[in-house]
C-alpha cells in the first residue's frame, strides 16, 4: 500500500468519522471515538475502490479554503432561506424552478461532492444527474436567471476541481497545475 493510499483511507477514515459525529448531533468523546473506530474498521474491511479512469486527490490547503468557503455559503443560505419562512408572502422571493447544468468535469467522484453539496445547501437541490460529462439538474428556491444559477455551479465546479481534482482537472477547469507535492492520492 502506498502513502498516497494510507492517507487515502486516512482521510476518509476521519470523513465516516465526522459523519458519525454529526448523525447523533453531539461531540462527545464517546461519539468521537466511536466514529474513529467505525471509520478506521470500515476502511480496512471494506478498502476504497480504485478506479483507474477516476482518480480523487486531496490538497490539503485548497480542501481546506473549500470547507471554509461552503461554511460560509452554508450559512448565508440558512439565513436566506429562514427570511423566506418568516416573510409574507407577498414580499416573498420564492420563484422554484429546475436548471439543468453541464459540468466540465468527467469524473463520477466529483461529480457527486458537487450534486451533495447543492444538495446540503438550504434552498437548492440536485435532483438528478445524467452522463459524463454529468448534467446535473438541479431544483433552485429563488429563481433570478439561468445564468446566476450556472456561474453558481461553475464556481462550485471549480473550487470542488482544485480541491481535489487531478493536475490534468485543475489544468483544463481551474486554469492552473500543481505537481504531486500536496496531491493525496485515494
Given at each position: 500500500?502506498?502513502?498516497?493510499d494510507r492517507l487515502g483511507r486516512a482521510a476518509l477514515a476521519g470523513w ?77 422571493g420564492i420563484r422554484p424552478a429546475v436548471i439543468a447544468v453541464r459540468l ?9 461532492v458537487i450534486a451533495n453539496a447543492i444538495t446540503l445547501t438550504p434552498g ?63
Amino acid at each position: 500500500m502506498t502513502r498516497g493510499d494510507r492517507l487515502g483511507r486516512a482521510a476518509l477514515a476521519g470523513w465516516l468519522a465526522a459523519m458519525w459525529v454529526l448523525l447523533w448531533g453531539e461531540v462527545t468523546a464517546q461519539n468521537v471515538a466511536n466514529g474513529v473506530i467505525l471509520g478506521a474498521i470500515l476502511t480496512v474491511l471494506v478498502p476504497p475502490s480504485t478506479l483507474g479512469d477516476d482518480p480523487v486527490t486531496v490538497r490539503i490547503g485548497p480542501a481546506l479554503s473549500f470547507a471554509v468557503w461552503f461554511a460560509k455559503a452554508l450559512v448565508l443560505s440558512n439565513v436566506a432561506v429562514a427570511k423566506e419562512v418568516l416573510a409574507p408572502s407577498e414580499r416573498s422571493g420564492i420563484r422554484p424552478a429546475v436548471i439543468a447544468v453541464r459540468l466540465r468535469t468527467r469524473s463520477g467522484r466529483l461529480a457527486t461532492v458537487i450534486a451533495n453539496a447543492i444538495t446540503l445547501t438550504p434552498g437548492t437541490m440536485t435532483v438528478d444527474a445524467r452522463g459524463r460529462p454529468p448534467v446535473l439538474f438541479i431544483h433552485v428556491m429563488s429563481y433570478e436567471n439561468r445564468e446566476s444559477v450556472i456561474d453558481d455551479v461553475i464556481d462550485l465546479e471549480r473550487r470542488v476541481v482544485d480541491a481535489f481534482g487531478t493536475a490534468e482537472e485543475r489544468a483544463a477547469i481551474c486554469g492552473d497545475s500543481s505537481g504531486p507535492n500536496s496531491e493525496v492520492a485515494s
